[in-house]
């Protein structure tokens, strides 16, 4: 049987959360245009992503079945914790993880996080004369963005982390956010959005990731859920609290535009005709878009931010200003710290060095 060559980085069974005829129309950033409805088979994939083989594809096929049935257990019951602690519920929460790896979006931060880090050490190298003739071409090619590193196995040691990622996630605090007005979310060809607005304004280093204090994360499941992960330390759910809350507008709003801000190259959504609220809401956020190409910075003496004499570099992931205003979520007094939970981390780790082994 010849590889499949089509393959999806983001997989047809999310998305037929949002379409009950296997079709959706897209509104694509670029173009500022909303294209007609597509059968999701031909949507976010590429040629070849993963590998020429297929290998990669048909494991993770076997995989998403049973993501599937964690996926419409949580959607029909309209209910996280109506999963078994345990085996269910780690496969939820790895669903997460493993989309928010494995998309294009992703690949392009891996590919320019790699690109960056090559110059900057080349160009350490070249200030101190130890550069042949080849690597000063070769910095001259990154210099000029005639040239970049595609970091195949950097990404792929992502997904494996992150198919343990369940673990990083188990302390956070499930909500179901029920559209109300019928409005509908939309979904980006990147739909996990990690989001930190404890800490991100005063931070330059470190305040974005699965392991930080103080992290959210929003994760649209239907036209109609929106999954909300949060920090229990950091924040605190006010009113009523439970489980399944049901928003207006201005919510559903919000949320969508944060899809717009880290969406690569097009967002999705059930009812065609939506092309003028997409553009409004692209407008709206524009000056927020999310970039792929990561801060790399040479830090050569001591600096108060590292634990270290020694020369260091910085690698911060970009993050945008942007975040929903949600009125049912207050945040609490409480220090950064990096590691939220070292007790998972060190779990997560010894997990993943097993998985390689």
Same mark, same amino acid.
């Given at each position: ?15 037929? @959360? ?7 129309? $897209? ?8 294209? =007609? =409805? ?26 998403? @079945? ?19 602690? &345990? ?17 294009? +979006? ?44 595609? #970091?195949? %196995? ?7 982390? %992150? ?18 007005? @019928?409005? &509908?979310?939309?979904? #980006?060809?990147? =739909? ?13 280093? &470190? ?26 330390? %950091?924040?605190?759910?006010?009113? #009523? ?6 928003? @207006? $507008? ?15 190259? +097009? ?86 060095? +097993?998985?390689?082994?």
């Amino acid at each position: 049987m010849p590889p499949r060559k089509r393959q999806h980085f983001l997989p047809q069974l999310y998305m037929r @959360g949002f379409t009950d005829n296997e079709r959706l129309p $897209s509104y694509q950033l670029n173009r500022r245009e909303e294209f =007609p =409805p597509t059968n999701i088979r031909n949507l976010c994939y590429e040629n070849y992503f993963y590998d020429e083989t297929g290998d990669t594809e048909e494991a993770m096929g076997e995989l998403e @079945g049973e993501f599937a049935r964690v996926l419409r257990t949580v959607i029909n019951e309209e209910s996280v914790r109506t999963l078994s602690h &345990g085996e269910e519920l780690n496969l939820f929460l790895t669903f997460i993880t493993h989309i928010h790896a494995r998309t294009k +979006a992703a690949r392009e931060e891996t590919n320019e996080f790699a690109t960056e880090l090559t110059r900057t050490l080349l160009e350490i190298k070249t200030r101190v004369g130890n550069t042949d003739e080849s690597q000063k071409e070769l910095l001259t090619s990154l210099q000029n963005g005639d040239t970049r590193v595609e #970091a195949d %196995a950097l990404f792929n040691n992502q997904e494996v982390e %992150a198919l343990c990622g369940h673990i990083l996630v188990a302390d956070l605090e499930p909500i179901l956010l029920k559209d109300s007005t @019928g409005r &509908g979310y939309i979904f #980006a060809d990147h =739909p996990v959005v990690l989001d930190n607005p404890a800490f991100k304004q005063d931070l330059d280093i &470190g305040s974005l990731g699965w392991k930080t204090r103080g992290l959210q994360i929003y994760f649209p499941l239907t036209t109609d859920l929106c999954l909300f992960l949060y920090d229990p330390v %950091a924040y605190t759910e006010s009113g #009523a609290p439970g489980e399944v809350i049901e928003v @207006g $507008s201005g919510t559903v709003e919000d949320i969508n535009k944060l899809q717009l801000v880290h969406a690569l190259d +097009a967002v999705f959504y059930r009812e065609h005709g939506r092309e003028l609220e997409m553009q409004i809401l692209h407008e709206e956020i524009e000056d927020h878009r999310k970039s792929t190409q990561p801060d790399v910075e040479y830090v050569p003496g001591v600096d108060d931010r590292f634990d270290t004499p020694n020369p260091a570099i910085q690698f911060t992931r970009p993050t945008s200003e942007y975040s929903p205003d949600l009125p049912f979520i207050e945040t609490d007094e409480c220090e950064f710290t990096s590691i939220r939970s070292p007790q998972l981390a060190e779990l997560h780790e010894t997990v993943v060095e +097993a998985f390689n082994e």
